[in-house]
T-cell receptor, first 113, second 117 residues
Framework: DTAVSQTPKYLVTQMGNDKSIKCEQN?????MYWYKQDSKKFLKIMFSYNNKELIINETVPNRFSPKSPDKAHLNLHINSLELGDSAVYFCASSRGTAALEAFFGQGTRLTVV | AQTVTQSQPEMSVQEAETVTLSCTYDTSESNYYLFWYKQPPSRQMILVIR??????QNATENRFSVNFQKAAKSFSLKISDSQLGDTAMYFCAFSSRAGAGSYQLTFGKGTKLSVIP
């Protein structure tokens, strides 16, 4: 029973394409996140949604657009992919309080060629 | 803004020995939470241990324990009886409020730990 699941796990695509990464959590959490891990393993938050409402929108190109159809899902759509978008993208969820840790998906390794 | 610093990019330890990973942070908040996450080669982010800043007692989870020094803003992780399965990247993280019931984790740059047989 996967708590936070992302699809696909690997994604190879050409520059200029549009792609989506899907995320679902079955933990009943209110808050979901997207994090980006670069080639040096540095993790940085991109977006946060609480009850389908966008809370955090860090300095991310507007080619990245999150969509939360319901509390259990947070998808990431990326337009006009660039080489620099290559990274591992993690979805995570939490119960919305700092006392409880975030649960992470297995990550999606995106490679733009 | 919160910052988290891990000053050891790489460390190694002999199997069954003890190793300590360092983490310092900077914040103006008085109540917050700190975490250590482990990322093995499988890429999965796994919570190792959590510490609430208002608790003076250091958290422990089996072979993992922390040395939390609030005044010094230090949060080190001690791994006792190191096992081969402990080989991973270890990330220190600080949880801060981001607004409207949402919190965000700020991560350090990680320490790559290798356990040597």
């Amino acid at each position: 029973d996967t708590a936070v699941s992302q699809t696909p796990k690997y994604l190879v695509t050409q520059m200029g394409n549009d792609k989506s990464i899907k995320c679902e959590q079955n933990l009943g959490h209110d808050t979901m996140y997207w994090y980006k891990q670069d080639s040096k393993k540095f993790l940085k938050i991109m977006f946060s949604y609480n009850n389908k409402e966008l809370i955090i929108n860090e300095t991310v190109p507007n080619r990245f657009s999150p969509k939360s159809p319901d509390k259990a899902h947070l998808n990431l759509h990326i337009n006009s992919l660039e080489l620099g978008d290559s990274a591992v993208y993690f979805c995570a969820s939490s119960r919305g309080t700092a006392a409880l840790e975030a649960f992470f998906g297995q990550g999606t390794r995106l490679t733009v060629v | 803004a919160q910052t988290v610093t891990q000053s050891q990019p790489e460390m190694s330890v002999q199997e069954a020995e003890t190793v300590t990973l360092s983490c310092t942070y900077d914040t103006s908040e008085s109540n917050y939470y700190l975490f250590w996450y482990k990322q093995p080669p499988s890429r999965q982010m796994i919570l190792v241990i959590r510490q609430e800043a208002y608790k003076q007692q250091n958290a422990t989870e089996n072979r993992f324990s922390v040395n939390f020094q609030k005044a010094a803003k230090s949060f080190s992780l001690k791994i006792s009886d190191s096992q081969l399965g402990d080989t991973a990247m270890y990330f220190c993280a600080f949880s801060s409020r981001a607004g409207a019931g949402s919190y965000q984790l700020t991560f350090g740059k990680g320490t790559k730990l290798s356990v040597i047989p």
